[in-house]
């Protein structure tokens, strides 16, 4: 059973290190099982999707709107 990982974990039977979130492993399909059931909020069967980017505002630029009112 292919597991992905939704929120930062450490399962020292899968990886020595801490899983991150959108990383991806590999259990047999009893320790998945026994995995969904104990960290339901940690794990998913399906690939999480890629959170939208927000926009960058650049806090000193001068509003087009405001440019032929004299003002900056």
């Known amino acids: 059973m292919k597991l992905y990982v939704t929120d930062q974990i450490s399962i020292s039977s899968?990886?020595?290190?801490?899983?991150?979130?959108?990383e991806d492993f590999?259990?047999?399909?009893?320790?998945?099982?026994?995995l969904l059931k104990a960290l339901p909020n940690?794990?998913?069967?399906?690939?999480?999707?890629?959170?939208?980017?927000?926009?960058a505002v650049v806090a000193n630029k001068a509003d087009p709107k405001l440019a032929n009112k004299g003002v900056k």
């Open 14 to 22: 899968v990886q020595a290190d801490t899983l991150r979130p959108g």
């Open 26 to 34: 590999e259990v047999n399909d009893a320790q998945g099982t026994e």
């Open 42 to 55: 940690h794990l998913s069967k399906s690939a999480p999707k890629p959170a939208a980017k927000a926009e």
